[in-house]
């Protein structure tokens, strides 16, 4: 019986191996997500803006699964596609096959982008130059007006926090008074600063990816800095909210258990 015991343990560790290596890397799923936002003008009632996120190609996430969250994203329709950032994993160089399947991503109101602690540390100044010539404009601690009509939003994007590049007050400079504020962050765990500034209706966030495997009762034994407090779905920090998508990519060891690769679909509604 013993030995029965031990082969079906081993077959079982085997199985969820394969599993998560193999199956649940490859897996998507799509989170929609309704957040209400102060002061939403009605013509932005139901605006959506997709985030396909953290793709780290190569060498473990092949450029196929990232077609396939560029597809799943462009059938939601957005308004507005955010990309936070970790484009690369290990060369910088790899940003040259990325940047063109991204740029198929489509959205009346702009696909824009901000960088993470990846892209600083394999070449900046490489994945910037690729994703604006692919025409996904990184906003590096900036902002723009979005309008619709009369109604107005604002999104601002900060360069990496991590490498202390972020520099809210000037991402803000331009912000309109009593606009819905949407931030782009690759890290989550500022909230806790940023939220506190007042302006701010909605940070959107990746860098964890969930921990890549989340045990049950447990959630993730191991996160990155940064990405421990926040590491997954939405949150409410003081009068700001946060959410925290699970990227595309992996990290190493490259694989998933219980937390599956994520496109979100955020719809923004007035808040009463």
Request: hydrophobic letters at 40%; charged letters at 20%.
């Amino acid at each position: 019986m013993f030995g029965y015991t031990v082969l079906g343990s081993g077959v079982a560790a085997l199985s969820t191996s394969q599993y998560s290596f193999r199956i649940e890397t490859h897996w998507l799923q799509l989170e929609r997500v309704t957040i209400p936002a102060k002061n939403l003008g009605y013509s932005f009632e139901g605006f959506k803006i997709a985030l396909p996120r953290d793709f780290h190609l190569c060498p473990h996430t092949e450029i196929e699964l990232i077609r396939r969250a560029v597809d799943m994203a462009n059938d939601l329709k957005p308004d507005l596609v955010a990309l936070l950032g970790d484009y690369v994993l290990d060369e910088a160089d790899s940003i040259f096959e990325l940047a063109p399947v991204l740029a198929q991503l489509n959205a009346p109101h702009g696909v824009f982008s901000i960088l993470g602690n990846h892209d600083h540390w394999k070449g900046a100044t490489i994945v910037r130059r690729a994703l604006e010539e692919s025409g996904l404009p990184v906003l590096n601690n900036s902002g723009l007006t979005l309008s619709r009509g009369k109604d107005r939003i604002y999104l601002a994007g900060l360069d990496d926090g991590w490498v202390r590049r972020s520099d809210l007050s000037q991402a803000l400079e331009k912000q309109p008074q009593d606009v819905p504020t949407i931030l782009l962050m690759h890290e989550p765990d500022f909230a806790d600063t940023f939220s506190a500034d007042g302006r701010i209706s909605l940070q959107l966030s990746g860098h964890s990816h969930g921990g890549q495997v989340r045990l049950p009762g447990i959630g993730a034994p191991v996160l990155p800095r940064y990405g421990r407090r926040y590491d997954q779905g939405l949150y409410r920090v003081q009068d700001m909210w946060l959410y925290t998508n699970r990227g595309i990519g992996v990290t190493r060891p490259p694989v998933r258990f219980n937390c599956r690769p994520e496109v979100t679909e955020i719809t923004l509604v007035s808040r009463s």
